[in-house]
């Protein structure tokens, strides 16, 4: 059989990786596929670069239109990135009866209801394995593996960079900024970092995740998004004395009321398996009712690791292609007549522990107060730490951690915290998940 | 449309918690599958005990074989377990053109190669998911989830109760005895245990994914086979001081020659995540060329985490059964005519580090002689531990960590070393994997 024919637009770090890995592993893929897979045009601002790369074997393009529009191309892989013109080409061909693969978390986390609706008329599929945690099969994991589910929530290390600058403030003691250098330098952090830093690309990912879960459209503007960059060194160094460590999760989480969606520093029991993935390692744990927590575990970044899920889901087109749709799997693994209108909850209805640390004058009488507060707001503390004071200073710093209450329940006194003369500075709030 | 028919074949721990995941989540499982899964009919031999479990239900028969040939059902799940009456009833389903579940890796370890004949020849699938790790979708995630891979080698914390073994000789420094008693009470070693602690169990599971990641015919009867029974407690405890965790692991690697297949005590860095899964809890640790190491973690075993894989199983059958064969994912990953034909290496031609614990006089030049041996051997030394012997006794335990080094050579040297005068024991011998 002739082997299915790929266009490929974008031929970066990703692009580079797929065409690599396509060609290094083209035997074993056969053998696999039952059909042979082969790049037959590479689109490219720099057309020049893109001929390096391929060694002069494909068509080179400069006009991505050209490639989406060709007759004998069957798939097309999206790695350009972004909302714009990415999502014009990917619309485009879908209209032109093409199959899609796309790495694009930003484009299906914002334009994914349009697009797969798009693709459902047409009968065609848009694969998005390396839309999340790179190599890691969770995707398939989420959409196939656990079919006989009720998920419960899914708690995600998402993002390699923020991963790695928390492993290495913690492990060296050093604060945001520092480690934020180390990592540009490192390659491990863009030099506009802002996507990764602010929480945005794991709030893609989780919306993405939260969707297939759970059955409803992708909802990333309901999303709440807070990244690291107020993560003070001390509180790192605090959650430890505590038994937890400082993790960005994306969590997502099946309530009667609703579903959260949230992405945000995260303090975790040491203990957990996921509290130990460290660097620019990815994690995502899963709570379904019959199989309980599981754990998948790679890079969520780079060439290859990404290339790995881009042909994954080549190899599925190309079992898939020619089925009958109702043969495959559907875009969020529920049948599109079949997704929920299941509300996605504000951050003000979402039910979590807090970590508290606040900086009160060294007196009598200052704990009292602040747990009367808590009590009267209905907070009951799960621990306290009181820092000793430093000879001759005046304050000292008081943690407390809660059990579970809705986070307007811990604004209000946090509040009322405040406004106390004895209490110093404003309370640092951060939320605690036991994940079991 | 109507729901598919499934004939369940023993409700026993699985067999319920199948039962009862499917009617649970049958609203949620319908929305993913486009069609309602129905078990239409069980067998047992214990009638009275299944019409209780199914609230009568469902058709309750005595003989499996009423089920295998009924006409009106789609999909057999065979539950019975073992090589026996589970291959004649699992081959008698597939000549009926009935599709096959199972959870039954001794079955297809040993029958594996005639069953997925039988099943091609038939155009019908045998889907296994439950047969490894439980409710973890290795299977999927092997198979189809990182197809881009030429896949270097697994290793795998397989079977539940040996970890929990280990992980109770650890924690409470007990030896095997004591802890397999404990185990027996608590539920997590059976009656007759000898499959689990003797790594028989292990070596069937890795013996699949074996097959799968290499594309070859499965061969447990080439997988060479260790199991926990004659661990010692100090083993544990040194390994413990030399910064490694010992776990029964099911390996498998690629190498030039052929495949490595093994089950037995394995060291392993306690830094790394796999050497931290603690009690029964398994995980499988996969090195692609592309993805790099993915390790996926959850329940091994139980009911409904089992039941998981096996409904899984269910919705892609139920997606898949009328799907041309060329649609669906091949039984052992590759297609059928491009199995490999590569050789599963003997023992002796393992590639391993080793840590050797001896016994011995203490006096001078004793150490001498020992690093002489090895190095005669060309097996260089990668640490030391010299316990310093107790008061007034003239003996003491030297423990040495190896590089790399082909398993017959250690044996050669073990050999000479046991024959000097002043080793005064035979030579613990445990293997030792860097999984990096």
Redesign the interface.
């Known amino acids: 059989m002739n082997p299915i024919k790929v266009g490929l637009l974008g031929i970066g770090t990703v692009g580079s990786?797929t065409f690599n890995?396509?060609k290094?592993?083209q035997e074993?893929?056969?053998?696999?596929?039952?059909r042979g897979i082969e790049i037959a045009v590479v689109a490219d601002l720099n057309t020049e670069r893109a001929r390096e790369l391929t060694g002069g074997t494909v068509d080179v393009v400069s006009d991505a239109n050209d490639v989406v529009t060709r007759p004998d191309i069957d798939i097309v892989v999206e790695l350009i990135g972004g909302y714009g013109i990415a999502r014009e080409l990917v619309l485009k061909a879908i209209e032109n009866g093409k199959h899609v693969v796309t790495a694009n978390k930003a484009l299906l986390a914002v334009h994914g209801n349009e697009i797969f609706e798009a693709a459902r008329k047409k009968g065609v599929i848009v694969a998005f394995?390396a839309a999340v945690a790179?190599?890691?099969?969770i995707i398939?994991?989420l959409r196939?593996?656990?079919?006989?589910?009720?998920i419960q929530w899914i708690a995600g290390i998402i993002n390699g960079t923020t991963n790695f600058i928390l492993s290495e403030m913690r492990d060296k003691g050093l604060d945001f900024d520092t480690v934020l250098k180390e990592a540009q330098q490192l390659g491990y952090a863009e030099a506009d970092p802002t996507f990764d830093i602010e929480g945005i690309d794991a709030a893609h990912k989780v919306t993405l995740m939260s969707a297939i879960a759970f059955?409803m459209p992708v909802q990333f503007d309901r999303a709440h998004v807070e990244g690291i960059t107020r993560l003070a060194a001390i509180d790192i160094k605090y959650a430890e004395e505590l038994g937890y460590r400082i993790k960005l999760l994306g969590i997502t989480r099946r309530r009667e009321e609703g579903v959260e969606l949230r992405v945000h520093p995260t303090l975790v029991p040491a203990s957990r398996?996921i509290a130990?993935?460290e660097g620019a390692m990815n994690a995502v744990l899963v709570q379904?009712?019959?199989?309980?927590?599981?754990?998948?575990?790679?890079?969520g970044a780079g060439a290859?690791?990404t290339?790995?899920?881009?042909?994954?889901d080549l190899?599925?087109v190309t079992?898939?292609h020619?089925?009958?749709p109702?043969?495959?799997?559907?875009h969020l693994?529920?049948?599109p007549d079949?997704l929920s209108t299941v509300p996605v909850l504000p951050i003000d209805e979402v039910t979590s522990s807090y970590y508290l640390r606040m900086r009160v004058a060294d007196q009598t009488g200052v704990l009292a107060e602040i747990t009367r507060i808590l009590a009267e707001g209905g907070i009951s503390i799960d621990a306290m730490l009181q820092k000793e004071s430093r000879e001759g200073e005046p304050q000292t710093d008081i943690i407390i951690l809660t059990h579970l209450t809705r986070e307007k329940q811990i604004n209000v006194a946090i509040a009322s915290i405040e406004a106390l003369q004895t209490v110093l500075s404003p309370v640092t709030r951060l939320r605690m998940e036991e994940l079991n």
Request: proline share 5%; glycine share 14%; hydrophobic share 40%.
């Open positions: 990786g890995v396509l290094r592993n074993e893929i056969r053998r696999r596929a039952g394995e790179g190599g890691i099969p398939k994991a196939e593996g656990l079919t006989a589910n009720r059955g398996l130990n993935v379904g009712d019959a199989v309980g927590a599981t754990l998948y575990y790679g890079k290859e690791p290339a790995s899920a881009v042909i994954a190899v599925d079992r898939l020619t089925a009958d109702n043969h495959r799997v559907p693994a529920f049948q079949e």
